[in-house]
T-cell receptor, first 112, second 112 residues
Framework: DAGITQSPRYKITETGRQVTLMCHQT?????MFWYRQDLGHGLRLIYY???????DKGEVPDGYVVSRSKTENFPLTLESATRSQTSVYFC???????????FGPGTRLTVL | GQNIDQPTEMTATEGAIVQINCTYQ??????LFWYQQHAGEAPTFLSY????GLEEKGRFSSFLSRSKGYSYLLLKELQMKDSASYLC?????????????FGTGTLLAVQP
């Protein structure tokens, strides 16, 4: 199916474990983004990518790592999960000439 | 710094009109966006303003005043399904990155 997908949709992990959240889009959009959404903070940008092999930090990058070896994939890795990283994570993409960002369905991550 | 303010919650009656305000202070401006987000779902794009004035799209309209750092989203003929969070977001200048800064959102409850 065309669109933007995220996996897993739900994840429970323990403090100190490594976790990777996947994001895949079928539109060949240049830009991809990772946000986290927490009560009282709204959506905050973690990392973004303007093209394959080009990534940059957003507002809250600490504790996260990203890569973009292929245009369609933009995985987000928590190298050593902490309780403060419990959140809902949204991936988004947009085209070069597009004003709109399209959001994936989100991943609800709980770190115990 | 960058700051986007919108009311936390609003309540309105089915069939009525409601206006959700957003004020912003950002380093540069290259567009203001409104997104709708139903509980447990991803944000979806509603509107985009880059020039001053009103943009109308069916029951939804969005207004922008760049000199005042102010926007509003107007929802007419409210329906129960309009109960959702409404997110205001600003794109700073250097728009090649398509990065957005989001406000914390306004939770709208539509009552019968």
């Amino acid at each position: 199916d065309a669109g933007i997908t995220q996996s897993p949709r739900y994840k429970i992990t323990e403090t100190g474990r490594q976790v990777t959240l996947m994001c895949h889009q079928t539109w060949s959009h240049s830009y991809m983004f990772w946000y986290r959404q927490d009560l009282g903070h709204g959506l905050r940008l973690i990392y973004y990518s303007a093209a394959a092999d080009i990534t940059d930090k957003g507002e809250v990058p600490d504790g996260y790592v990203v890569s973009r070896s292929k245009t369609e994939n933009f995985p987000l890795t928590l190298e050593s999960a902490t309780r403060s990283q419990t959140s809902v994570y949204f991936c988004a993409s947009s085209g070069t000439s597009s004003n709109e960002q399209f959001f994936g369905p989100g991943t609800r991550l709980t770190v115990l | 710094g960058q700051n986007i303010d919108q009311p936390t919650e609003m309540t309105a009656t089915e069939g009525a009109i409601v206006q959700i305000n957003c004020t912003y202070q950002t380093s540069g401006f290259n567009g203001l966006f409104w997104y709708q987000q139903h509980a447990g779902e991803a944000p979806t794009f509603l509107s985009y303003n880059v020039l001053d004035g009103l943009e109308e799209k069916g029951r939804f309209s969005s207004f922008l005043s760049r000199s005042k750092g102010y926007s509003y989203l107007l929802l007419k003929e409210l329906q129960m399904k309009d109960s959702a969070s409404y997110l205001c977001a600003v794109r700073g200048y250097g728009g090649a990155t398509n990065k957005l800064i989001f406000g914390t959102g306004t939770l709208l409850a539509v009552q019968p």
